[in-house]
């Protein structure tokens, strides 16, 4: 059975129980109370007959004991029924049951006092002496003074009317019992017709408070349940519509906000974290997850941003700062808190937009010191040409050694000047992209044979061994060119900054892929490994992350002493990453340097 045509049903029983029952109970009470009354009645009319039949002597207590007592057990022979006589004070002086003598005073019993109220009293209780239930009535043997009469009382054991009520309780039940049968019957029937629709419209509201909200009520389209049903499906069709363009406009913001290059962080106006995205989390170094519904001081971010947060609450404008954070990360961060206004102009909390301008301003600072080191490089060789020229037009020309040693200068310079143009255009290109490579396989043995002889010369000066390291067969898909002009540069600098006597090598090993775990066989490798190792001085550790930028140098008066630009390490990381490749280096200084380039076999 359905539950709500059960619990309809077991409304209707217990409603109708409960009015049977209620009847039932009236009945009972009033039978049970007529029943008494006219057994009072009866009682009080064998007792008068008793009174007219005995006298009261007044003689000594003994003589009263005596005589009442044998009163009261020659009526109860007749009546059959308890009697006692109680004087005025309460003493009882005679009973057909029980020695009045042993008998306590009866002046406080409850139907003594009724009757010295009324001339009538009557009370059901326990007798103490037989443990049985007694109704008890009394009445005053004069009652003109009531207050101080003489009282005869008569108990009737009620055994025989508690059995008469049990059996009338019985027939009570029995008649409900029949009824609840047969109202169940026709409850279930008439809930049956009743709640078959309302069960269907409840279980569709049921599915519809589930979100299913294609769910629609089907049966009857008249009377007043048709219409019900027609209404929850009109609402169905309408919360489906409602709820598809939410998830959309959900779907929506969330993908923009996931996908968003700015951290988004929105505060409500009591200060609590209520969104957050992925990029926010990620240039904060806190999750949303711990955060959302916190208040933004418990963050633990540094002051100077719940600073921001504050001011923005309170005066709800438009504020921007930009700030360093060292957590998690060092970063330059640009800040903007933007107020939040509803309908109606109610203030509804800031909009924090973070936005990570570290990159931006780095670039900003390397292009302020590219056009300074341009500026600089380019000055040095023009002024010494032009200082030399001056002196040469000023009559050292006509002295032969120092005209051919101010030319020879000039000489210099002017190459010096032409490989820096030259390295200025070819890096202006590597990093536009408009380098056209033409990629084929290079047997690496055989190519780096080759690029230690044409770079032996020039170790050969500096008494440097060149050591190579090189497994034959190991091939990659390169630009050969490019490939040749990547190690060149990295060996001339090993050369350069490698005090004589030194060593520079060369090795190339193949990364093979694993699978489940273990390497394949040989052959199928898919990148290769370029060690370029020199024992020279050195890079300080400081440096590290900033060899591979334009102009950068180490040891300034050295690199322009041995004829570098300060370009050559920022054409080769660009011309690595042309190759999809990877280039790293780790140094020790005083003990030498390592740069290790990674390249795919196949372009």
């Known amino acids: 059975m359905n539950s709500f045509r059960f619990r309809l049903t077991t409304m209707m029983i217990v409603l109708i129980g409960l009015s049977v029952l209620a009847s039932g109970l009236f009945i009972g009470k009033t039978y049970k109370e007529n029943y008494l009354d006219n057994l009072q009645q009866s009682m009080v009319r064998e007792m008068k007959v ?105 108990a009737m054991n009620l055994g025989e009317v508690e059995a008469s009520i049990s059996k009338m309780w019985m027939v009570l039940l029995l008649g409900l019992l029949v009824l609840f049968i047969i109202a169940a019957l026709l409850c279930y029937r008439i809930a049956k017709g009743l709640t078959r629709p309302l069960e269907q419209i409840s279980e569709v509201a049921k599915q519809i408070k589930n979100h299913q909200y294609e769910a629609r009520v089907t049966g009857p389209d008249k009377g007043e349940i048709g219409e019900l049903g027609q209404s929850i499906n009109a609402m169905a069709a309408s919360l489906q519509e409602q709820m598809r363009q939410i998830r959309q406009n959900e779907t929506q913001l969330e993908s923009v906000l996931e996908n968003m290059i700015n951290g988004i962080v929105m505060i409500d106006r009591d200060g609590k974290i ?32 719940a600073q921001m947060i504050q001011e923005g609450l309170e005066l709800r404008e438009h504020l921007k700062e930009e700030l360093t954070f060292y957590f998690p990360v060092e970063r330059l961060l640009e800040l903007h808190l933007v107020p939040v206004f509803h309908a109606g102009d109610e203030f509804g909390g800031a909009l924090l937009v973070v936005q990570d301008v570290s990159a931006i ?166 990148h290769i490994r370029i060690r370029i190792t020199d024992t020279g001085i050195g890079i300080p550790k400081k440096d590290l992350p900033r060899i591979f930028e334009r102009f950068y140098r180490v040891d300034k008066a050295r690199s322009r002493s041995s004829g570098g630009t300060g370009l050559g390490l920022s054409i080769v990381k660009h011309l690595v990453e042309l190759h999809k490749g990877t280039i790293t280096v780790e140094s020790t200084v005083g003990v030498g340097s390592t740069f290790t380039i990674e390249l795919p076999v196949l372009q």
């Open 50 to 154: 008793v009174l007219s039949k005995t006298d009261w002597p007044s003689g000594s207590l003994e003589e009263q004991y005596a005589y009442f007592t044998n009163e009261a057990q020659r009526f109860k022979k007749v009546t059959g029924e308890r009697i006692t006589f109680i004087l005025g004070d309460g003493t009882v002086v005679g009973d057909s049951d029980h020695d009045p003598k042993s008998m306590e005073n009866h002046l406080d019993r409850n139907e003594i006092r009724m009757a010295r109220e009324t001339g009538e009293g009557r009370d059901i209780r326990l007798s103490e002496t037989t443990k049985s239930n007694f109704m008890y009535v009394a009445i005053p043997v004069d009652p003109a003074s009531l207050s101080s009469s003489p009282m005869l009382r008569l």
């Open 361 to 526: 301003r780095r670039l900003e600072r390397m292009r302020s010191e590219f056009v300074a080191n341009v500026s600089h490089e380019l000055k040095t060789p023009v002024a010494a040409v032009k200082g030399f020229a001056e002196t040469l037009l000023g009559g050292a020309v006509n002295d032969p050694e120092i005209a051919r040693s101010f030319l020879q200068i000039i000489f210099d310079e002017s190459e010096r000047l032409n490989r820096l143009i030259g390295d200025l255009l070819e890096l202006s290109k590597v990093e536009s992209r408009r380098v056209p490579l033409h990629f084929s396989p290079i047997e690496m043995s055989g190519f780096i044979a080759k690029t230690i002889e044409v770079i032996s010369a020039e170790a050969a000066k500096k008494r440097i061994i060149l050591d190579m390291r090189v497994e034959e067969g190991i091939y990659v898909e390169a630009d050969e060119d490019r490939l040749l002009q990547i190690l060149m540069n990295l060996l001339s600098n090993g050369i350069n900054y490698t005090p004589e006597g030194g060593k520079v090598s060369v090795s190339v090993e193949p990364l093979y892929k694993k699978q489940g775990g273990r390497l394949k066989q040989e052959g199928d490798y898919e």
């Open 274 to 305: 209520v969104l957050m995205n992925q990029r926010a989390e990620e240039v904060l170094g806190f999750s949303a997850k711990e955060f959302e519904g916190r208040h933004y001081t418990e963050a633990k971010q540094q002051y100077e941003l």
